[in-house]
């Protein structure tokens, strides 16, 4: 078996890469969820044809929504009585969701037709449903109450269901085939054949079981295990060609741990370290063969999810909150995209066109890619005074009206009211009367503009 020498391309890469927190902003941020519509939004997901999905209200249960970033349109795809939840998407538009009757439905994103797969009938409780680009889907039961002590496989081949077996959680690879582990070993299931095969047993290598896999198109994989006489968590990967080769070696470090890693056709891993008092984020890549450190400032940074182009984003913590970074591997450098101190993000996905999303304060948020290096917000202002309103336009305001953007008069008063007509218009209210000049402040940066009174 392989190692890589982690902790020796560690220090030769501090040498020559210092990733900073870059000011400049690479995407713009846009809210597609309010509370008032949709109640506490849940589960989003984003699939290729930058379509985003989540759970919300829709009277007295979740319903799954859509919105189109190409059209701009959210939709109501659903309206059952069953609540919609833990939605997973397709790149076909398909959706497959568990009912609050623990059943696992399919949403056929042509059709717009529901297809019950299973109940829970013979005290089966269904969960963690899965999707593929085949409308393949996976799911795992467990029956009665015992859901650690015994639990089931099960796959909608396209035309039936078919249990896989129990102790059996299986998961698809990037390459749209099932796998699974089981002990030491890791198993791969041909769906046409119905025939399961052992890829690898891991029992001679680590004596240790995997842990979140993650298998690329091309059928490589990697996991987390023990090391080799050490309690340790360190990050493996596997192909037919090259067998086992070790990416982290923390080794005599017992407090340090390797966790989740994730493999783009590339063949480049992100995973994160578990420190004490502070995490971080690596990038193994496989040509050169070299592994980075992509943060080095102080805080708890956690699990990373990368993309076919290598960028990388993950949940970092700037004092009590938690914050959205992206990683622009082109540049080398390190984005925090938010900037929220009284909410918590969460659930936060990139898809292979760098389009981000995330849940924040139970809010749906996407950032979407600046063709180039973002603007600077322009603007000019007009106060009418006999109802002290302030109408600003210019570019980039479609962010303005939340948390992170503000209006503020030469005094430093902010606007007691902010309205956004519309993407590159802002309406707002200052209570003193109408100032003689504005600051427009918000995620690209800010702009000051004198008022014309009228």
Known sequence: MRKILHNQIISAVLLVLFT??????????????????????????????????????????????RYDVASSMTTQLTNTPYDVNEPKVNNRGDSVFKGKDYGIYFFDGNTGEIIQLSNSSYNYINAHPQINDKRQILWTGSQGIDWDLR???????????????????????ADGEVYWSFKNSIYHYNVATGVATQVIDLGPLTGHSPRNISVNANGVIVWSSQGVGTSDLEIFRYDKLTGVTQLSNDHPYYFLHNHSPIINTSGNVTWWRSDVGYHKIFLYESEPEIVKQLNYNDGIHYEPRIN???????????????????YNRATETVTQLTDTPDSMEWSHRINNNDHIIWNASNEVFLAAPCDNPCQAVSINAVCFSHISVVVVRGNNLSNVADTTATITDKNGTTANRLFLWDEDLIVARFNGGCPSEITVTNIFGSNTSAVQVR
């Not at 870059?22 to 290729?48: C, E, M, S, W």
């Open 151 to 173: 639990k089931w496989g099960f796959i909608y081949n396209g035309t039936s269901v078919i249990n896989l077996g129990e102790n059996i959680a299986p998961f698809f690879g």
């Open 308 to 326: 076919e182009s290598s960028n990388i984003i993950w949940r970092g913590s700037v004092g009590s909150a938690h914050e959205i970074f992206f």
């Open 20 to 65: 900073s927190i870059a000011q400049a902003q690479t995407h713009t941020i846009l809210q597609l969820t309010d509370k008032a519509t949709f109640g506490d939004v849940r589960y989003p997901q984003i699939n290729d044809q930058n379509q985003v999905f989540w759970a919300g209200r829709a009277g007295s249960t979740y319903e799954l929504f």
